[in-house]
Every structure is written in C-alpha cells, then in structure tokens.
C-alpha cells in the first residue's frame, strides 16, 4: 500500500517536468501583473471590488489561452450579457437572494445563447443584484475591466509568450 501511493506520487512529479513547471510560472507571473495593474485602477476609482468579476477570468485566459471561453468574443461578450442580465434582474426583482440566483442561471442561458460563454462571468449578475450595483456597473469596471483584460492577454501572450492570442477575435 505504501509503495504504490510512492509510485503515484513520484508519477506525478515527473510528469510535472520543468516546461510545465516554467509555463505555470509564467502564467502565474502574467496572472499577478495582470491582477496587479486592475487593482491599482480599482483604487484610483475608488471601486474596490471592481477587479473580482476579472480575477477568474485571468486564470483562465493566461492559463488556457486556447479554449472557447478565452476568446475575446467570450472574454468581453461574457461579462457584457452576464452584467446586462443581472441589471435587469435587479430592475425587476430588486436585491433579493433569488433573484442573485435567478440572475445567474438567467445569465449562463444568455451566454449560451449568444455564444459568448465565459464562466467567470457567472459572478457579475451575482453582485449586482445581491450589491444593488447601479447599472454604470455595466461600463465600469465591467466593459472597461473586459477591455482592459483583453489588451493585457494580447500583449501578453504575443510579447512574453511569443503565442499567437486570440484563435479568433468574434
């Protein structure tokens, strides 16, 4: 019993080799800059939970920078529907918790249907209806983070990566 549980431990070590290893490191490093320079205009405005709608996206457009959701038509269209929805649910339920809920499984249908899925932005709708956030929500920090976040990416990825980002802008 012991021995396998060595075995499986040591498979796993070397199956992180030193690329994986120095990729996630990277992506970390972009990660942090990223969140970094969110705050610090976070704080400018004076909105300090602005960056938390951004923080998951981060991790995913840095770390899976191939996949649907990373895309900036998912990345921006996302957050956009997912804002839009929880506005709107708050206009017509106000802040209660069901309607929090409600916004949220409103807003995955709305990505979906729209083709702009992106799973961090399940948490927009969430705070502006348990926040009663006004809808200026929507335009900062929302569409300016969205942008924001997407300039970064290509950057990043183009400049530090040396990867083609995005697959597809639409």
């Not at 929880?86 to 249908?109: D, E, H, N, R, T």
Request: glycine letters at 10%; a positive charge; aromatic letters at 10%.
């Amino acid at each position: 019993m012991k021995r396998a549980w060595r075995r499986g431990l040591r498979k796993a070590i070397v199956r992180n080799d030193h690329y994986g290893a120095a990729a996630g490191a990277v992506a970390g490093l972009g990660g942090a800059i990223a969140i970094g320079i969110m705050e610090l205009f976070s704080f400018a405005a004076h909105y300090p939970l602005a960056v938390i709608p951004f923080a998951t996206s981060i991790v995913l457009v840095i770390g899976s920078p191939n996949a649907e959701p990373a895309q900036p038509r998912a990345l921006v269209g996302g957050h956009l529907v997912s804002a839009l929805i929880g506005i709107l649910v708050l206009k017509l339920a106000g802040p209660q918790a069901w309607a929090a809920a409600a916004a949220v499984g409103l807003s995955i249908l709305a990505m979906y249907v729209t083709g702009t899925f992106h799973p961090p932005a399940g948490i927009n709708p969430l705070l502006i209806v348990s926040g009663n956030l006004p809808w200026t929500f929507l335009l900062a920090p929302v569409l300016a983070g969205a942008l924001m976040l997407t300039a970064f990416c290509y950057f990043w990825h183009r400049g530090v990566r040396r990867q083609s980002w995005p697959q597809r802008w639409l």
